[in-house]
């Protein structure tokens, strides 16, 4: 297997088809009426929604716009938390459930939206709002019933789903592997990088003011101005919204810690030709319990992207696992090589939700978002510029999802036992699963 490309910004597939915009550095004081911290996506919706309703904004960013987690993805737009919809009904009930459900079909929304407002600036054909397809989440485990609940509890919200039985699958995905599957028809694809990098220039054209390489090292939350140091200039606002997502520690460290840092890698096939067309007919994007998450790019690649791990992990490991995973799942697809890796740090509250609120009078919290990020940073970060702007209570649903020590590398330590557990107990079930079918078939032969 030829080596994946290094770790570093190039790597990045995205790069190829997003005008690269530099921001300067601050250099001086300033005083606004909203700082930003962090000019991921839910910074940088924050600060065009913002700007947009005639506020001040300036947005401080430490390395370069969307340089994290936000340009670094999967670039599947899909509704719903990293926390699974079961538990969040099993903590907060049915009703409020729904109501967080809905928050994140609007972050969905927003970004088709958005994406049709920026327009001819979203890079590749393939990826924008009007991909086909939306998303499957496949089974791997024979379970319809399991299937059929879920469906239902998602139908009670009034989500958008199908079920789908199993040759329905596998009519497209070409694998003995998968079962029935719960098919997401509003989700789509993004290219992520060009999509942050057109929202900044959105922020801007607003009114808002954009530095890169500016690190905000220091808060002064009390009184009616706070105060943020950064290396080059001091900002002044009357609202601050924390936008930083794993980077935290030095400036606020005692948010830092209720947030656990998890590495995603994705890396991109060389191009494979007919061989894929026919193992993976479907043109949206395919996640599956097994932690993979995929899709087609560029005619005949696979993007694929495993189950995130507690420590960084070794690019050349990461991608010799995914080989192996593809390999199993797709046979006929032969030897897989990689062009392209990379990989880059989510957040993760304890409850698997994002943090979203005033944590303090003129502060605001926008993190957490995990894996499932494109649309809730976009459903935060226009929540808090209402709520900062408008006076818009609705980040109170967020409320009984209270900021929870993460638990530090005990934690991650924790996190990792519960996701190997949970990944070989999921392996074990599908084996089974798989050999009942082959049994099935024999006594049928
Ligand atoms: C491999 C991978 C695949 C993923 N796939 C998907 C997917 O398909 N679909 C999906 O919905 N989500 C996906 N996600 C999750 C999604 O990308 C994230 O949840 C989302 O981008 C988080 O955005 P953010 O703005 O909170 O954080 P970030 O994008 O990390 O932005 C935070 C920014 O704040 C800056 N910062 C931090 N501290 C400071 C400071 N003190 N001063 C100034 N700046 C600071 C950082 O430099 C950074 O640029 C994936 C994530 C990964 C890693």
């Not at 300036?58 to 936000?70: F, N, Q, T």
Request: overall charge negative; proline content about 4%; glycine content about 10%.
């Amino acid at each position: 297997m030829s080596a994946p490309t290094q770790s570093n910004w190039q790597s990045n597939w995205y790069e190829v088809d997003a005008d690269p915009v530099r921001k300067p550095a601050l250099t001086f004081d300033l005083d606004v009426d909203v700082c930003v911290v962090g000019a991921g996506l839910a910074g940088l919706t924050a600060a065009y929604e913002i700007a947009r309703r005639g506020w001040s904004v300036v947005v401080l960013e430490a390395d370069r716009i969307a340089g994290g987690a936000s340009s670094c993805n999967s670039g599947v737009v899909v509704p719903g938390f990293a926390c699974a919809a079961e538990a969040i009904v099993e903590r907060i009930g049915m009703e409020r459930a729904g109501v967080l459900w809905r928050l994140s079909e609007e972050g969905v929304d927003y970004v088709r939206g958005m994406s049709h407002v920026l327009g001819g600036s979203m890079g590749s054909p393939e990826s924008g709002p009007d991909t086909p397809a939306g998303l499957l989440d496949v089974s791997r485990i024979d379970d319809g019933d399991a299937v059929m609940a879920r469906l239902v509890l998602l139908a009670e919200f009034g989500a958008a789903v199908e079920g789908w039985p199993v040759e329905r699958v596998r009519a497209v995905l070409s694998t003995d592997h998968y079962f029935h599957a719960i098919h997401f028809p509003t989700a789509f694809q993004i290219q992520p990088l060009a999509y942050a990098r057109a929202l900044a220039t959105a922020a801007e054209i607003a009114g808002a003011r954009l530095f890169e390489e500016t690190s905000a090292d220091e808060i002064d939350p009390a009184g009616v101005r706070k105060r943020i140091t950064t290396s080059g200039g001091r900002v002044r606002a009357a609202h601050v919204v924390l936008a930083g997502n794993v980077g935290l520690s030095r400036l606020a460290p005692t948010i830092a810690e209720t947030v656990m840092p998890l590495t995603g890698t994705v890396a991109v096939t060389h191009p494979l030709g007919e061989r894929l067309l026919s193992a993976v007919a479907w043109r949206g994007a395919i996640g599956d319990a097994g932690g993979n998450h995929y899709r087609v790019v560029d005619g005949d690649r696979l993007m694929w992207s495993g189950a995130a791990d507690p420590w960084p992990r070794d690019l050349a490991k990461a991608t010799t696992a995914f080989a192996r995973d593809i390999a199993r799942i797709y046979p006929q697809l032969g030897e897989i090589t990689f062009s392209h890796a990379w990989s880059a740090q989510m957040g993760y509250a304890v409850h698997s939700m994002p943090q979203v609120g005033e944590v303090s009078p003129g502060v605001w919290l926008a993190s957490a978002f995990g894996r499932h990020g494109l649309a809730t940073t976009a459903m935060a970060g226009r929540m808090i510029a209402a709520a900062i702007v408008d006076g818009d209570d609705r980040w109170r649903a967020f409320l009984p999802y209270e900021l929870v020590w993460a638990g530090g590398n005990l934690g991650r330590a924790v996190a990792q036992a519960g996701s190997w557990v949970g990944r070989v107990r999921e392996d074990v079930l599908a084996r089974a699963a798989r050999r009942r079918e082959a049994l099935q078939k024999s006594d049928a032969g």
